[in-house]
């Protein structure tokens, strides 16, 4: 079975139109053209954008010269109601602070701490997944969901507020998009942008409930009671340059993003994967024997080849964050063309991780290429499912781990089949199935 991709048209005629094609369906409004340039250049009176799929752009705006190019501005306009100042949006020394007290939550050691929590929610999961045919989605949410509350909070998503943000997640997913209108196409400044009301309501609520959340976990820290989780470290650690802490309002930023960053993106990637599998029997099967032979022993994620394989794969072709916008802080020359100050600058997955320049056989699914070392250096160095650099995911070791375990446990305990229907992605808060993602699911224990 091919993975689908969408269909896609060349974009022409005025702003105005192009602009409700990104409104529409992000993935399909860009010319087919891009899965193979190098470069493409977007202007007009109102555009000055540049979508960059070069392997050496890539390496000078992430990782040569990161501070020349920061994230778009122009970025918070469509996150601030829910992400506000998280390390998600911020920029420079406000970042670095940010990330000098988030990143050691995440070192070494404390990915074998955070095991038990991704067991119990992936056994959890499978527990939950009944027989027939389902849109997968809503099951791979509710898993990621319970994932995060109990590395965060030592929670599961059974908990009422847990379970209260997920569900208004559920609904800011449907009214606010990733990727926004003004960050691809830098519309003018006096332009109104008004967020919708729903995605003010929900917004609003899901912070809420965070902040309950960590008001409940401070008042725990104080009281010497709180769990050894992420919240806890996080909330305790003090920058080592300027001794400062996350206040209340900081810690409702940072849980927010890790909440979609974690549970969003984690959610995509798998039940794209268990659609894959769902056509290939014969990596199926491979990914089962995995998943039957796995125990709660955090050394035995090492031995999940296959799966590993099958889940890279998966983001390869479905990357959860189909695009990233940085800006140019002064004139840049980028492959021969001028760039001016406050340009936008186009980094997308979806088309690095299919460009026909890069990869050999781009739209076909082969976890096998992942185990070549002989495969091209220039297309590993363009798979940014988790960006690059400096700001890379922090999380990126976590999501791999749990994405693979999931993939394999549910494989073990289910046959996966095809649904009637095949997903046609699109991009909404992360890749989707515009209808859903429907896969057959028949228990390998039934007769």
């Keep these: 079975m091919m993975p689908p991709k969408p269909a896609s048209n060349e974009a022409r005629g005025s702003v105005l139109r192009f602009a409700r094609g990104f409104r529409r369906d992000l993935l399909s409004a860009l010319p087919a053209r891009l899965y193979r340039a190098w470069m493409a250049e977007f202007r007009s009176t109102l555009i000055h954008s540049f979508l960059c799929n070069d392997p050496a752009l890539l390496r000078l705006i992430l990782q040569d010269r990161p501070g020349d190019f920061p994230k778009s501005q122009r970025l918070r306009e469509g996150l601030a109601p829910l992400l506000g100042n998280s390390v998600f949006v911020t920029n420079g020394a406000e970042w670095a602070q940010q990330r000098r007290i988030i990143d050691p939550a995440f070192e070494g050691g404390r990915l074998r701490e955070m095991f038990p929590a991704i067991w119990c929610a992936t056994e959890a999961a499978v527990a939950r997944l009944k027989p027939g045919e389902m849109d997968i989605e809503p099951a791979t949410s509710h898993a990621a969901a319970d994932v995060i509350f109990r590395a965060l909070f030592s929670v599961p998503i059974e908990d009422r507020i847990a379970s209260r943000v997920f569900t208004a997640f559920r609904a800011h997913q449907d009214a606010q998009p990733i990727v926004n209108l003004a960050a691809l196409l830098p519309l ?3 332009l109104p942008r008004r967020h919708s009301r729903r995605t003010r309501e929900t917004a609003a609520e899901i912070r809420g409930l965070i902040g309950d959340l960590v008001a409940q976990r401070k008042d725990a820290i104080e009281a010497g009671t709180a769990p050894d989780d992420l919240a806890t470290k996080i909330m305790t650690t003090a920058d080592p340059q300027t001794g400062k802490r996350f206040d209340a309002t900081e810690m409702v930023d940072q849980v927010a993003i890790f909440f979609l ?41 090492a031995g999940l080849r296959a799966s590993r394989a099958v889940f890279r794969e998966a983001l390869r072709l479905y990357p959860p964050v189909p695009m990233m916008v940085r800006e140019t802080t002064r004139p840049e020359t980028l492959r021969g063309r001028a760039a001016p100050r406050g340009a936008q600058l186009i980094l997308s997955p979806w088309h690095l991780h299919r460009h026909e320049r890069l990869w050999e056989r781009p739209d076909e699914f082969d976890p096998a290429r992942w185990n070549n070392p002989e495969g091209k250096a220039s297309a590993r160095a363009a798979f940014i499912p988790f960006s690059a650099g400096p700001r890379v995911c922090p999380g990126a070791g976590f999501a791999m781990i749990e994405g693979v375990l999931m993939l394999a446990r549910i494989t073990a305990a289910f046959r996966l089949a095809p649904g009637r229907v095949p997903p046609v992605p699109v991009a909404r808060l992360t890749v989707r199935g515009r209808e859903g993602i429907l896969i057959r699911l028949q228990p390998r224990d039934a007769p």
């Design 188 to 190: 003018p400044r006096w």
């Design 261 to 301: 960053a974690g549970h969003e993106t984690s959610a995509s990637a798998l039940a794209w994967a268990l659609w894959l599998l769902a056509g290939n029997p014969d990596w199926q099967q491979r990914v089962a024997a995995e998943g039957a032979g796995m125990t709660a022993d955090f050394g035995a994620v």
